[in-house]
């Protein structure tokens, strides 16, 4: 079957702009999960959706950063505007329902200059 | 609260040597525990789980972790160390269900030929 997908792999932006990326998760997996990975640390999650809905975004910075999940499936994470620690590898992963592991895709890798 | 430490930042053995990554976990609810790999640049890879069953678990690659609960451990190991097996490894912790993994913050291990 095919994996979690990501785009892009690679970004690169200035400060004070703002970013957008897309994640495809497994078919038929129910729960989708955002995860930010700062360089020598372990991914940290921003958000979980289960379907459409949202059940955990309590360490999202919601005052620059926005996720959606629309139709339950495609989701996208957005940063507005940018800051220099926004560098980071930004994981997706998904899973079915009930107590499976987490399926990662590639991860998009952030530049903030 | 769940949370996770990871002994050791950097690990390096020898081609052929035992590999002993450690993995101690904090958690008010019985815990699922995970072992993923990160090579270079590519998105976190499940090594192996334990959800309660046998508290010794098998995983890919020759790799075997065991869960001790009166130690709160649950140490990765592999009899034979191959130049292959060098990558960052993530011990994580999840209560039941669709929870969100909490990451240690990882190991590198160099394996010297």
């Known amino acids: 079957e095919a994996g979690v997908a990501q785009s892009p792999r690679y970004k690169i932006i200035e400060k004070r702009q703002s970013v957008a990326f897309w994640c495809n998760p497994i078919?038929?997996?129910?729960?989708l999960y955002w995860y930010q990975q700062i360089l020598g640390q372990g991914p940290k999650l921003l958000i979980q959706?289960?379907?459409?809905?949202?059940?955990?975004d309590s360490q999202l910075p919601k005052d620059r950063f926005s996720a959606e999940r629309l139709k339950g499936v495609d989701s996208t994470l957005k940063i507005q505007p940018a800051k220099l620690e926004d560098s980071a590898v930004y994981l997706c992963?998904?899973?079915?329902?009930?107590?499976?592991?987490?399926?990662f895709g590639p991860g998009t890798r952030l530049t903030v200059t | 609260a769940q949370s996770v430490t990871q002994l050791g930042s950097h690990v390096s053995v020898s081609e052929g040597a035992l590999v002993l990554l450690r993995c101690n976990y904090s958690?008010?609810?019985?815990?699922?525990l995970f072992w993923y790999v990160q090579y270079p640049n590519q998105g976190l890879q499940l090594l192996l789980k334990y959800t309660s069953a046998a508290t010794l678990v098998k995983g890919i690659n020759g790799f075997e972790a065991e869960f001790k609960k009166s130690e709160t451990s649950f140490h990765l190991t592999k009899p034979s160390a191959h130049m292959s097996d060098a990558a960052e490894y993530f011990c994580?912790?999840?209560?039941?269900?669709?929870?969100?993994?909490?990451f240690g913050k990882g190991t590198r291990l160099s394996v010297i030929a």
């Open positions: 994580a912790v999840s209560g039941t269900g669709n929870t969100p993994l909490v």
């Open positions: 078919s038929g997996h129910a729960t």
């Open positions: 958690s008010s609810v019985p815990p699922y």
């Open positions: 959706f289960q379907n459409n809905g949202v059940v955990d």
């Open positions: 992963a998904s899973s079915p329902l009930g107590p499976y592991e987490q399926y």
